[in-house]
């Protein structure tokens, strides 16, 4: 007969301890929420070190992030530590602070749940590694969705009372003023800014070079960054300034995103008047909306006629500042240019313009054929980076890039005989026996070299 001999083990199996993270997480940066987010921090750092078996990850808390947003950045970078096998388990206080949006945390609970890492919601006494895990977790994170789609109803029903009522809600930042606690004053230093820029634009100045004029100036932005031509027509649309507020022109779309939208007649408005100190009188600000609406009527597409759309359009990415190129005729020409360069300036970005014929050859060389096909080109390039100047890098949608290098036309190139004679035709005798003249003492120096 066979014989069989149990073999036990030398030693024991060294026991493995369980990597565990706990989140945390408030939904505004009061205090009285700070005092809870950091209670929470230092509860859950004792309760995890106060378990022998357990290894301390630390705690992930996210300060003045709503639940039922998922783009916050300490619950991410939990996510992608449980993704890298940093941790086993964790714990969180409750459904609702880890996600109010049932559709993101019944994802990221499966995920987890696939990747063998357990969340613990300790209001709840639920594991998601348990056998009714998910059944529970389904109905508690709809009625936590529930209650925050009705405390944002209860927050939208208050704001618009206070709306009807010619309040001022919400007001926080406003170029010109400074705001605390609700409290509206004039700024005089920023104020005589703001005065400055209706006098220039009513003036015959456009939003693009009052923006350099501010720039060279030194005068700061408000809340950092520099002026550009859309904060400066923002100054010039704002009825604040006159002392009145136009209310609700926005609003929250829906509770899950956050999302503003512009007010276009879905919900009712309210203007009141004298709400706060004016800094312009209303004849300067009608005036100023008078020319806007001018220059708008005279750079308006025809009605009916919708812009022609290129290949290029939205493909060519300045590497810079990050903005698209634009196409723009001069002379009969076209050419592409970095859209912050046509609106701020080459101080803001010195991005060099490419001719749109030299674009065609770039581009065909980089997809191989004699000459530019838009299909093809639509059909395999996704997009076009431009990291310096005359350089283009293409990149294509099956993942791989091609470097092309183009080269500036010489003047001689460009300069047609057709453009000679145009030129020889405009001359006026004057300027024609200039020329003649010119040419003389040309050819007098070079004989005297010889």
């Known amino acids: 007969?066979?014989?069989?001999?149990?073999?036990?083990?030398?030693?024991?199996?060294?026991?493995?301890?369980?990597?565990?993270?706990?989140?945390?997480?408030?939904?505004?940066?009061?205090?009285?929420?700070?005092?809870?987010?950091?209670?929470?921090?230092?509860?859950?750092?004792?309760?995890?070190?106060?378990?022998?078996?357990?290894?301390?990850?630390?705690?992930?808390?996210?300060e003045a992030f709503t639940g039922t947003k998922d783009a916050r950045p300490e619950f991410q970078r939990l996510i992608n530590d449980c993704r890298n096998g940093k941790i086993d388990m964790v714990i969180t206080k409750s459904i609702a602070r880890f996600a109010r949006n049932t559709v993101t945390m019944l994802e990221?609970?499966?995920?987890?749940?696939l990747l063998g890492i357990d969340v613990y919601f300790e209001k709840e006494n639920i594991h998601s590694l348990s056998?009714?895990?998910?059944?529970?977790?389904?109905?508690?994170?709809?009625?936590?969705?529930?209650?925050?789609?009705?405390?944002?109803?209860?927050?939208?029903?208050?704001?618009?009372?206070?709306?009807?009522?010619?309040?001022?809600v919400?007001?926080?930042?406003?170029?010109?003023?400074?705001?605390?606690?609700?409290?509206?004053?004039?700024?005089?230093?920023?104020?005589?800014?703001?005065?400055?820029?209706?006098?220039?634009?009513?003036?015959?100045?456009?939003?693009?070079?009052?923006?350099?004029?501010?720039?060279?100036?030194?005068?700061?932005?408000?809340?950092?960054?520099?002026?550009?031509?859309?904060?400066?027509?923002?100054?010039?649309?704002?009825?604040?300034?006159?002392?009145?507020?136009l209310l609700q022109k926005k609003y929250v779309s829906d509770h899950l995103t956050k999302r503003e939208v512009w007010n276009k007649g879905r919900l009712p408005q309210y203007y009141a008047e004298d709400t706060h100190p004016a800094i312009i009188d209303m004849e300067t600000f009608e005036m100023a909306q008078e020319i806007m609406e001018r220059r708008r009527?005279?750079?308006?597409?025809?009605?009916?006629?919708?812009?022609?759309?290129?290949?290029?359009?939205?493909?060519?990415?300045?590497?810079?500042?990050?903005?698209?190129?634009?196409?723009?005729?001069?002379?009969?020409?076209?050419?592409?240019q970095c859209s912050t360069f046509l609106q701020e300036g080459k101080d803001c970005c010195p991005a060099k313009q490419i001719p749109e014929d030299i674009l065609h050859t770039v581009t065909a060389e980089a997809l191989g054929l004699?000459?530019?096909?838009?299909?093809?080109?639509?059909?395999?390039?996704?997009?076009?980076?431009?990291?310096?100047?005359?350089?283009?890098?293409?990149?294509?949608?099956?993942?791989?890039?091609?470097?092309?290098?183009?080269?500036?036309?010489?003047r001689a190139d460009s300069w047609t005989e057709e453009m000679k004679q145009i030129a020889r035709d405009r001359m006026t005798p004057e300027l024609r026996e200039a020329s003649r003249q010119r040419m003389y003492e040309i050819n007098m120096k070079r004989r005297k070299r010889i």
Not at 131 to 149: F, H, V
Not at 297 to 315: D, R
Request: with cysteine.
């Open 1 to 62: 007969m066979r014989v069989i001999t149990k073999l036990e083990p030398i030693a024991p199996p060294i026991p493995r301890w369980k990597r565990v993270a706990a989140y945390a997480r408030v939904s505004s940066g009061k205090d009285a929420m700070l005092h809870s987010l950091s209670a929470q921090i230092s509860y859950y750092s004792d309760y995890i070190q106060r378990h022998g078996e357990w290894e301390y990850v630390g705690v992930y808390a996210d």
């Open 108 to 113: 990221i609970v499966r995920e987890l749940k």
């Open 297 to 336: 009527s005279h750079f308006k597409n025809k009605k009916g006629v919708t812009p022609k759309s290129y290949p290029f359009t939205g493909k060519i990415v300045c590497e810079g500042c990050g903005k698209n190129y634009k196409r723009k005729v001069a002379g009969d020409k076209p050419y592409w």
């Open 370 to 410: 004699m000459d530019f096909e838009a299909e093809a080109f639509t059909e395999r390039i996704a997009g076009i980076r431009v990291p310096e100047a005359n350089r283009l890098v293409f990149v294509f949608r099956d993942g791989h890039l091609t470097e092309q290098v183009w080269h500036d036309r010489s």
């Open 131 to 168: 056998g009714d895990g998910e059944l529970m977790l389904t109905i508690l994170a709809s009625y936590a969705q529930e209650e925050s789609r009705s405390v944002s109803e209860n927050c939208k029903w208050r704001i618009r009372k206070r709306f009807a009522q010619g309040e001022l």
């Open 170 to 245: 919400s007001l926080r930042f406003m170029f010109g003023y400074r705001i605390e606690k609700g409290k509206v004053e004039v700024d005089p230093e920023m104020a005589d800014i703001v005065r400055m820029i209706f006098e220039d634009y009513i003036g015959g100045m456009g939003g693009s070079l009052i923006a350099k004029k501010l720039r060279e100036m030194g005068v700061p932005a408000l809340r950092g960054g520099a002026w550009n031509a859309e904060r400066v027509v923002a100054i010039i649309k704002n009825e604040k300034y006159t002392g009145n507020a």
